[in-house]
Nanobody, 127 residues
Framework: QVQLVESGGGLVQAGGSLRLSCAASGRIFSSTFSRYSMAWFRQAPGKEREFVSGVSRGGTDTFYADSAKGRFTISKDNAKNTVFLQINDLKPEDTAVYYC????????????????WGQGTRVTVSS
């Protein structure tokens, strides 16, 4: 069984920070997590899910949507099978359910490229 489990979401005031985590487990990830590119997507109320940030297999290359540049930092710890998303200076428009996803190939911005998804963690930013 393969699992991606997000955590770290919650209710925070505008200007605050959160660190989201995504832990990968299961037979496949236990031995090959380092071969997966990882990404964070988010889905705001009434909107489609969108790419936020991605990180390469080794964790050396990172990618961000324009809306995430400057405030979001993605990182990948292959020893712990975990990917993180640090979000600073949170804004009400960051309110969304945040999902992590795994792709055997390169980082992509399209949902269809990702084979595995977590259930999401909700972030609510109050003004």
């Amino acid at each position: 069984q393969v699992q991606l489990v997000e955590s770290g979401g919650g209710l925070v005031q505008a200007g605050g920070s959160l660190r989201l985590s995504c832990a990968a487990s299961g037979r496949i990830f236990s031995s090959t997590f380092s071969r997966y590119s990882m990404a964070w997507f988010r889905q705001a109320p009434g909107k489609e899910r969108e790419f936020v940030s991605g990180v390469s297999r080794g964790g050396t290359d990172t990618f961000y949507a324009d809306s995430a540049k400057g405030r979001f930092t993605i990182s990948k710890d292959n020893a712990k099978n975990t990917v993180f998303l640090q979000i600073n200076d949170l804004k009400p428009e960051d309110t969304a359910v945040y999902y992590c996803a795994a792709n055997w190939g390169l980082v992509r911005t399209t949902e269809s490229a990702y084979e595995y998804w977590g259930q999401g963690t909700r972030v609510t930013v109050s003004s």
